[in-house]
Structure formats: C-alpha cells, structure tokens
C-alpha cells in the first residue's frame, strides 16, 4: 500500500493534470458509467463537526474506487488546528484489496480548483483577463492557480472578510507560476464583483458574499464554497441572469444552496440546469454569447477524488513518492 501525504500529493498532481482529469470525470459522471452516492453526513453534536462519506466507483476508460473521509470541526482554528480533515482510501475495482492512502486536504483542495479551472475552460470567453477570489484560505488559492492554468489573467482581485488574510494571499502568490503579479485586496465585494471576468466564490458563508447587480454581462462564475442547503455564498438572484451549470443534478438539488433557494424563489427551474460533463461531451450548450453569465455550481462530489487519487496514484509510483508500507 501506498501512502501520499499533503507534500507529495501536490508533487504527483499538478493543476494542469488535475484540470484535464477532472473533465474526465465529469464526463463519466453525465454519461453514467459512475456509481456516485449523495454523500453521508454524520453529526458529532458534542464538538460541534461534522463528518462527510463520499464512495465512488468509476467504471469507464479507467476504473478507480475510493472514498473519502472529511471532517470539519468549526472550533478547531481557535485550537490552531485546520478546520478541515481529510482522507481518501483507494480500492482496488476488481478486488476491493486497498492501494493507497492519500492526505485528503490537499487533494480536495486540488481537486476543487481543477473542477473550477474546467468549467472555467469551458464556460468563460476566450478572451477573460480579468478575475476575482471571494475567500482566501486553502480552496481560494487553488481556485486562483486553476483559471490561471486555463486563462492568461492580468489582474485578479481577492475579498476576504478578513483583510490580512487576502493580503497574506497577495504577498504569497502574486507572480507564482501562471498567477500574475498583478493582484489586488479588493475595499469591498462590490469593486471585486464588478471588475472581474472570472468570479470564484470559495467561502462557507451562508450569506451571499457579493450583490448580484455588481455582475457585469459576460462574467463566468465559479460557486465551491457551499456545500449544504443552508450554506448560500452567491445571490440565488443571479440565476435570473446567469445560465446553470452543475458538477452533478442530482447533488446540487439536494445540497446546493444557491440553486436550492433559486428553485424555491422561482428564478431557476430544475430542467434548467446542465451538468459540465454534458456541456463536455457536446450534449449540452456552454457559452453561446460574449455577454452571457454563466455560472458554475459544485458541491463537489467523490467521483472528483476517485479520478484524482487515481492519477496520483499513478504519477506517485512513476516517481517513487511516498511509503510502501505491507497491508
């Protein structure tokens, strides 16, 4: 059996990889050749977490098994522990004996931005120079990578309620890599939202993080952070405006909160929503206008995990990272 920790998985995943992977399993997910369960939720009512299951079986070009563990405990930063745990534990499809043992945070964190920097790809104008991060914390600095992979961003913007943490993003990653040197702590959400081509939310606000007026014709957005019903960081009113595009139906009738709320209010109708990896396969429409919005909605499901363990996996043996140790 393989172990990965945080360190190697970056090493063994790099966002470019992750991108054109994680449009493969979108397209698996559309075209039904993956068993994909609603993620279990179990209550640790003492400590205030919660604990997340997500199984997936992939039965396509190529075959993974793996679910993941998630725990997210609200208390933990005041106990200077990150608020989010994770592991990944990856079968064997033909045998269910175990392959590996990858440090979930990172992966997920790859994973999120890879599923971003696709949709991103796919959806937003050719021509976008422009973005802006709504969050700053792990997720918001993939998310950055991610559409920097597939989009040459001159400017980006960063809000966060806190501003030393969007400073500490600017001072870190501007000019890394593809990230432009050009990046600026936003006054307020409405100068981020405005300026921006690109928008990517990556927050666990259960209120939204912009207003929906500050969207200029054309954008693209990217909605990550939310992951439950309750949780609602982009204004439901944009779906008046903007056309829906989901990760998976079926999860985000039932966790995401924006198209949750958008469907009660009657600005979005169930049928109204296309999945990414049918917008992939060319089943569905993606962008048909310059001045479209679109608008990404993920929750992020396990099938994600699966291809990106998978490919991990894969490089991580080509190039001798982590432990062998005897199951």
Known sequence: MIILNADEIRTALPMETAIAAMKQAYAA???????????????I????GTCLFMPAYVNAETEALAVKIVSLFPENPSRDLPLIHAAVLVLEADSGRTLALLEGGALTAIRTGAASGAATDLLARPTARTAAIFGAGRQARTQLEAICCVRKIETAW?????????????????????????LRVAGDPAEAASQAEIICTATTSKDPVYPAEAIQPGTHLNGVGSYTPEMIENPPEIYNRASAFVDSRAAALAEAGETIAAINRKYLFPNELAELGEVFLGQQPGRTSAEQITFFKSVGIAVQDAFAAHLAIQNASAESLGQRVVW
């Open 29 to 43: 997910l559309s075209s039904g050749h993956t068993e994909t369960p609603l993620r279990s939720h179990l209550a």
């Open 45 to 48: 009512a003492p400590h205030k």
């Open 158 to 182: 960063i809000f966060d309620l806190d501003r030393q943490k969007a400073q500490d993003l600017v001072a870190e990653m501007a000019g890394q890599g593809k990230i432009p040197r050009d």
